[in-house]
């Protein structure tokens, strides 16, 4: 069964409306003869006008052809039956003769001029819903959620084929434009570069970027008659046309060139030349999505580098200072103790070990933050989410922070989140290192609390909170977001401490986790820095 706007595109008069007009053209005009007779009319005009009347209804129903058949039937019957002498195809009367004539003009007219105008109509009606087509076709190139495989099936109902597909290739045939070609799916295809069941055009060596296919049932060979509940379009992409392909270019019915080395071909449909005219349009507004899908795909390798490019540029620009300094302490350091004209005390030697060993954890961090930033964003990080409790990670995160800093006070009995351990206590580390280096003299706050109160939710669910508190300079609102960005320090004198990497791996697996890490300002003054994970369902391992 075909489609609407296929059955408007293809017949706009079907060979049922046409057999209709005939049947009609043969028995209307006696009806309306007797009809006249039975009423007790003798005037041959009234014959005439009658006539007339049924010729123009059946030039409505049927189009030209029926009409002028109707047109020449009322004719002989006005001549047998109204024209003297009566019972014969013979007219006595000139007058007669005169009236018969200009009614057949009349009536062959009125046939022209009515199917010309419904001609007029339908192919202003067809017109119309081209138009109407096409507009909807050029908002769907432009639709931001349009892809290549909708396009395709779209083509593939409006046309009633049995598959449309994307070929792209250097070859003869994705040069033929508006081409038929014989033969369809199930042909033999000998002489088209390979046969159409192997499904590969030797000949034009194209490789099939999309597919839009209505399948028959399972097991049914391509090209069969499928019942309509067993259609639906399925697709393959980026898939080389393969031995049991039904579908290759050879055997496309029609072919229509969309770029340079790109087609688009029909199979098991014939199309007229109306249809390959809009088909000409589709592959327009093909080739205007294909070039939108290239120009964000380019913009998108674009951001790309130009971020790789910010990042390696804040990489050299921050990480000279933060390397440059440790291994600067590490080799005076090493090269002190290394002297043999000098004897250190125990005490100096400590101290110098003690420096070293200073210089090469920050060194570690820097590395472990570097690589983390990396993972974050390659997309390379997986967490294996347990339920935890805040208890568990805060005392192993604080292994590296000075005891008498950090106060905390996380209330017993706390429902637990869900989160990684090793992620969750490289977040509370650097959390807390930040709050330390950039509040100096002042003491820091670890609390916690449950959701419940509206405020904490992660995605509509409700989250433990995790509060780290400080009382220093803080961070304007202005510069809360730009905090989070990777090689961002809003302290840049020499002196700071970092290479700006801390806050944005913290929020990075915050978020990774399917957590929320937020700033708030600190009554008084002071940046609070707040984690956010969902409650956990699961029971706390042991």
Request: some cysteine.
């Amino acid at each position: 069964m075909v489609p609407a706007a296929r059955r408007t595109l293809v017949a706009p008069v079907g060979r049922a409306r046409v057999a209709a007009g005939c049947a009609i053209a043969l028995v209307l005009p006696p009806l309306l003869e007797l009809a006249v007779f039975s009423v007790g009319g003798s005037l041959l005009a009234v014959d005439v006008l009658f006539q007339i009347a049924g010729v123009i209804a059946v030039a409505l129903i049927g189009g030209l052809w029926p009409a002028l058949l109707a047109a020449l039937w009322s004719s002989i019957i006005l001549n047998y039956t109204s024209t003297e002498p009566f019972g014969s195809l013979e007219i006595s009367e000139a007058e007669n003769v005169a009236t018969v004539l200009i009614f057949i003009a009349v009536a062959v007219t009125v046939s022209l001029v009515v199917g010309l105008s419904a001609r007029r109509s339908r192919e202003a009606a067809m017109a119309q819903q081209e138009a109407a087509l096409l507009g909807d076709l050029a908002r769907g190139a432009l639709a931001e959620e349009d892809t290549l495989q909708g396009f395709l099936r779209h083509v593939q109902a409006q046309f009633d084929a049995d598959a449309v597909a994307l070929f792209a290739g250097a070859g003869d045939g994705g040069s033929a434009e508006g081409r038929s070609v014989g033969g369809g799916p199930a042909d033999g295809g000998a002489g088209r570069g390979g046969s159409a069941g192997q499904g590969h055009d030797q000949r034009t060596g194209m490789e099939r970027r999309a597919l839009a296919v209505r399948p028959g049932p399972e097991g049914s060979a391509a090209g069969e008659p499928v019942r309509r509940q067993d259609r639906q379009d399925r697709a393959v992409r980026r898939t080389p046309a393969g031995p049991a392909d039904p579908w290759p270019i050879g055997a496309a019915t029609a072919v229509e060139q969309v770029g340079d080395d790109v087609s688009l071909a029909l199979f098991g449909t014939t199309l007229s030349a109306r249809e390959r005219g809009l088909l000409r349009a589709f592959a327009g507004q093909l080739r205007a999505l294909l070039q939108r899908q290239e120009l964000l795909a380019s913009t998108r390798t674009n951001r790309r580098l130009v971020e790789g490019n910010v990042m390696r540029t804040a990489i050299l620009r921050s990480v000279s200072h933060d390397l440059r300094t440790p291994l600067a302490g590490i080799k005076l350091a090493v090269s002190s103790l290394r002297r043999a004209d000098v004897t250190f005390s125990q005490e100096d030697e400590d101290e110098l070990l003690a420096t070293i060993e200073d210089y090469s954890d920050r060194l570690d961090a820097l590395v472990n933050n570097l690589l983390d930033m990396s993972r974050i964003s390659g997309d390379a990080v997986n967490p294996h989410l347990r339920p935890l409790r805040w208890t568990d990670v805060v005392g192993p995160a604080l292994a590296n922070v000075p005891g008498d800093r950090v106060y905390v006070a996380i209330p017993p009995n706390l429902p637990a989140v869900d989160a990684d351990p090793g992620l969750l206590e490289r977040v509370v580390a650097n959390i807390v290192e930040n709050a330390v280096k950039y509040a100096p003299g002042s003491a820091v706050e670890i609390t916690a609390s449950a959701g419940g109160t509206g405020r904490a939710l992660v995605n509509g669910f409700p989250a433990g909170e995790l509060r780290v508190i400080d009382h220093g300079r803080g961070v304007s609102r202005g510069d809360v977001e730009a905090m989070f960005r990777p090689f961002q320090r809003l302290d840049d004198a020499p002196s700071g401490a970092g290479v700006g990497l801390g806050l944005a791996v913290a929020k990075g697996f915050t978020e990774v986790m399917g957590g929320m890490l937020d700033a708030e300002q600190t009554p008084g003054g002071g940046l609070t820095l707040v984690i956010r994970l969902p409650i956990s369902t699961g029971a706390v391992e042991l």
